[in-house]
């Protein structure tokens, strides 16, 4: 069956109108008739969460399931929370990086992975049946509250060398965009004895700060901040804080795709080889660095889920995608942010490097990442396999060249198709990019 409701990272519209509570509350029940027991629920810090959180909850209870309402807290919180606790499931009300007027739903294993492909398919065969679990007048769920922040930073100061961090005293700006990230992340810097300054670190759901995506253009006042704070760097988080991107000493930001290549060649290094998983959106410059380690690159399609899956089938020493999200495997096998923030600072206290000094090290490519306007996903899918018959199709159509690669993909969350491409020149992923502009266009009319 071709799904419909469930993209990439579950169910995500503009709320009340794509995504309404009638739409939550039959989540709800969906979620209790899969894996019925006691269900952890948490949203983010948008205006419709606590709408959509409510009748999400209305839809356990009525399925006879318990819900456990840890209120609001970032993803990596929640999916931890349920690795970690006797539930049976976990639903996260967020939709991460999306613009303010967007909301999501997306479901959680007992293991505190998100639900696999196949499971969104079972999920939505059950939602658009309507052949939920029903119960009794006296058998429907109870409401039960719990908080899911200290365990997790407690979790993360666990995993990583606190001891090394605090010796260092690290000048950090942190922007939390005004999402769940504020009520985790200047904890874990608190405790890591970090002198830090603070931007957007007020819950806000109306994001009027800066948009929930922390990539470049949407963080000059982080940039700026850094420098005139003097900082050791600057990190910024997306509305659910699984994602973390970085800002160096010097007031640049760090390319997503070269994060993650510090990351996986320091676990790589760290476990003498190993595998790591990313999707065939990666830049070639992880494949560069964690070869010259001595591990192996393993490619997926995008989406955290699938690169996660993977990830726990090879035994992977660590894994990620180019937005930052980054996954580590010995703590939760899911994108998390604040991971990220702190297993950063490990490696810098370690090292005694500076952040440009460990970005230095990343050979050098060039990225150019796009979006276009695509809703048909099915037409655009079928144009390209005419347009380039001899393309990876593992998830969208990649194209390699001799000095380059492009990337066409519907997204998964949006009405958008997402044009990666990567060269060794600038000039030359310009052209690569705009080539597949002009071939979605083409395709699409």
Known sequence: MARELFGTNGVRGIANEELTAEMALNLGRTIATMKPGRIAIACDTRISSEMLKSAVIAGILSAGSDAVDLGVAPTPALQYYVKENNVDAGVIVTASHNPREYNGIKYIQEDGTEFTWEMDEEAEKIYKSKSFRKARWNEVGRILRDDCIDLYVSGILEKVDAEEIERRKFRVVLDCGNGAASFTSPEILKRLNCEVLTLN???????????????????????????????????????????????????????????????????????????????????????????????????????????????????????????????????????????????????????????????????????????????????????????????????????????????IRPSGTEPIARIFAEAKTESKAKELAEFGVSVVKKILG
């Open 201 to 407: 670190c007020n819950p806000d759901g109306r994001f009027t700060a800066r948009n929930p995506e922390p990539v470049d253009e949407h963080l000059d006042m982080l940039k700026e901040a850094v420098k005139a704070f003097k900082a050791d760097f600057g990190v910024a988080h997306d509305g659910d804080a699984d994602r973390a991107t970085f800002v160096d000493e010097k007031g640049n930001f760090v390319s997503e795709d070269v994060t993650l290549a510090i990351m996986a060649k320091y676990y790589v290094e760290q476990h003498g080889g190993g595998v790591v998983v990313t999707p065939v959106s990666s830049s070639r410059c992880v494949e560069d660095v964690v070869r010259e380690a001595g591990g192996e690159v393993v490619y997926t399609a995008v989406g955290s889920p699938v690169v996660a899956k993977v990830m726990k089938e090879k035994n992977a020493v660590f894994g990620g995608e180019g937005n930052g999200g980054l996954i580590f495997p010995e703590h939760l096998l899911a994108r998390d942010g604040g991971m990220s923030l702190a297993k950063f600072m490990e490696l810098m206290a370690l090292t005694g490097k500076k952040l440009s000094e460990l970005a230095e090290e990343i050979p050098k490519y060039h990225m150019i990442k796009l979006k276009v306007e695509c809703r048909d996903r099915k037409r655009l899918l079928e144009g390209l396999r005419r347009e380039f018959p001899e393309a990876n199709f593992t998830d969208g159509a990649r194209i390699d060249y001799e000095d380059g690669w492009l990337l």
